[in-house]
């Protein structure tokens, strides 16, 4: 079953018509949200996160639109799931049909789906550079819209060469992210990550960890411009998404990585995600 505009429907029976904006221009934004033990992960910073996107992209705030109402309707999706200790949540807001790339209406619609997941650490994870196109920087690049052409062509390049995940980077050459997550590297006792001036979705999890370190009296947290060269030179690499959390990076090309500091961090991340 899935929410869509408060009735929940059979997959099989939502029709969409020819006119859908996010199937025609990518009009479309989404939150992946996780669910445990039922408890909704970080659902204040998902919702902020989506107003603050719906309004950069011109669509109309419903007034129901508010925290509780947001969750009450993933809930409604999660009973309809078959029992399980972890969901991905899935919330997709579109525009209303019509119009060519004038839309008719600012006003939206939206679409909630879920299935139970299953998420094991990978104990070797390898990643490398995506060069074939770029994640252009800007202020738009930060907003989680549907237009991913681009992450679905890295997905492919890392199938096709036998890797767990890409790194992505814009016109200027500078690290972006992973396809589906954000990328930090540690170096001594600095960690860095790409600054949102880089092209960089703003991730839920990348400001919790971005949290995190600047509380730690040990490590210093950098939110800057990155190099690939630097990656090659970092000590650790980690990814970090809603669902996975935190996934460190074992090997980029020939370097190997140690997982001691990211670890850590992934411990008190379960530890912020148990007392949110």
């Known amino acids: 079953m899935v929410n869509f ?6 997959e099989n029976e ?3 018509s020819t006119q859908n904006r996010a199937f025609k221009y990518g009009d479309a934004i989404f939150e992946t949200i996780k669910v445990v033990n039922g408890k909704v992960v970080f659902l204040e910073d998902h919702y902020f996160r989506l107003m603050a996107s ?16 947001l969750q009450e309707e ?13 969901y991905r949540i899935r919330l997709t807001v579109f525009r209303k049909d019509g119009g060519l790339y004038t839309p008719i209406t600012n006003e939206i619609d939206y679409i909630i789906e879920g299935s139970p997941i299953e998420f094991t650490d990978k104990k070797v994870y390898k990643v490398d550079v995506f060069k074939d196109f770029y994640n ?10 549907t237009n991913k052409m681009l992450n679905t062509l890295a997905a492919v390049f890392a199938e096709e060469n036998d890797l767990d995940n890409c790194i992505l980077l814009n016109e200027r050459k500078g690290v972006v992210e992973a396809i589906n997550g954000n990328l930090f590297i540690v170096k001594g006792n600095v960690v860095k990550t ?5 092209g960089c979705i703003k991730g839920i999890v990348r400001k919790k960890v971005i949290d995190i370190i600047e509380k730690h009296p040990d490590y210093t947290i950098e939110e800057t411009a990155i190099s690939p060269f630097e990656i090659q030179k970092a000590d650790e690499v980690f990814i970090t998404n809603a ?3 935190i996934q460190s990076v074992t090997n980029y090309r020939k370097k190997e990585f140690s997982t001691e500091i990211t670890n850590k961090i992934k411990s ?4 912020a995600i148990v007392t949110s």
Request: aromatic content about 4%; proline content about 5%; hydrophobic content about 50%.
């Open 74 to 86: 993933i809930t409604k999706v999660v009973k309809e799931l078959p029992e399980a200790s972890m």
């Open 5 to 10: 505009n408060g009735a929940l429907i059979a």
């Open 54 to 69: 719906m309004r950069m992209l011109r669509m109309k705030i419903p007034m129901e639109f508010t925290l509780e109402f």
């Open 268 to 271: 008190s991340l379960q530890l």
């Open 136 to 145: 252009y920087s800007g202020l738009l690049s930060t907003v989680k819209t």
């Open 194 to 198: 790409p600054a949102l001036t880089e």
């Open 14 to 16: 939502v029709q969409l």
């Open 243 to 245: 669902i996975i959390g």
